[in-house]
């Protein structure tokens, strides 16, 4: 009997710990996303229109989301990390293509005497 209840609870850790990391996966696909309809239009609008689609397709609304993200934010100091890293990255990947378009305002600012 004490196996099956060491068992048991070695099962169920390791279940619950895989769910956590699905949770973590989806809600980092899904904040990727939002990043990448944010960053694809211009028109405030028509992004609030792009990021609520995204929500809607992956089955949240726009309090549920937020919900479940700052409850990992708070839970799970690597979800905040990848989350952090992504925006680093889009942001790079944002400069690069204003720079080879030769349309950053913010590099002309900066590299002004």
């Not at 004490?2 to 048991?8: D, G, N, S």
């Not at 792009?50 to 929500?55: D, H, Q, R, S």
């Not at 952090?84 to 305002?105: C, F, T, V």
Request: hydrophobic share 40%.
């Amino acid at each position: 009997m004490r196996y099956i209840i060491i068992i048991f609870l070695a099962t169920t850790f390791f279940l619950s710990s895989c769910s956590d990391d699905s949770e973590q996966d989806k809600l980092f696909n899904v904040y990727k996303q939002i990043l990448i309809a944010r960053n694809s239009q211009t028109d405030s609008l028509e992004a609030n229109k792009a990021v609520m689609e995204v929500l809607k397709k992956n089955g949240y609304t726009q309090n549920k989301f937020r919900d479940e993200f700052f409850q990992m934010a708070m839970k799970e100091k690597s979800f905040m990390r990848m989350i952090d890293s992504l925006r680093n990255y889009m942001k790079e990947e944002q400069e690069k293509i204003l720079d080879s378009a030769g349309s950053n305002p913010m590099k002309k600012i900066i590299t002004r005497e």
